[in-house]
């Protein structure tokens, strides 16, 4: 059986450009049906992993600290999350999700119909492999990331 032609890696990026367009665009909406802005909405998935000093936060965000302290300062108003003093290094901010910041960004998460959908119509096994192939790409190697 005779090969098609190959997918360079050009290819891949458009595809993974509108692959994450779709996704941001759907996570948008679902962030603003709880109030929230989609960096907001951010802060409260990364911060669902456990808790954070705010530095980290804003170098995982890709944004300047002042900003994290403004996202806080926001999700702190509403309950969502809760700061606390490093028993390292009292100079650090730890963020914590709080118990309706989880609710809050699981509800984010469930109201990400299109997304969703789209992932829903993978079998099993396909789903499966996209998970391994995008870990592998982009968890296995944060070296890469970096450059």
Aim: include cysteine.
């Amino acid at each position: 059986m005779a090969e098609g032609p190959r997918v360079d890696t050009t290819q891949l990026m458009e595809l993974l450009s509108v692959s994450l367009g779709a996704y941001y665009g759907d996570f948008t909406l679902a962030a603003a049906s709880e109030n929230l802005t989609a960096i907001q909405g951010k802060a409260l998935t990364v911060l669902r992993r456990g808790p954070i000093a705010m530095r980290a936060l804003a170098e995982y965000m890709a944004c300047d600290a002042s900003n994290v302290t403004g996202i806080t300062d926001r999700l702190e108003k509403r309950g969502l999350v809760r700061r606390e003093a490093s028993a390292s290094d009292r100079r650090v901010t730890n963020l914590i999700i709080t118990v309706e910041g989880e609710r809050v960004a699981d509800a984010i998460r469930a109201k990400m119909h299109t997304t969703r959908e789209a992932l829903d119509s993978l079998d099993a096994e396909d789903r499966d492999r996209l998970y391994a192939l995008l870990k592998r790409v982009f968890v296995a190697r944060p070296a890469a990331r970096q450059e």
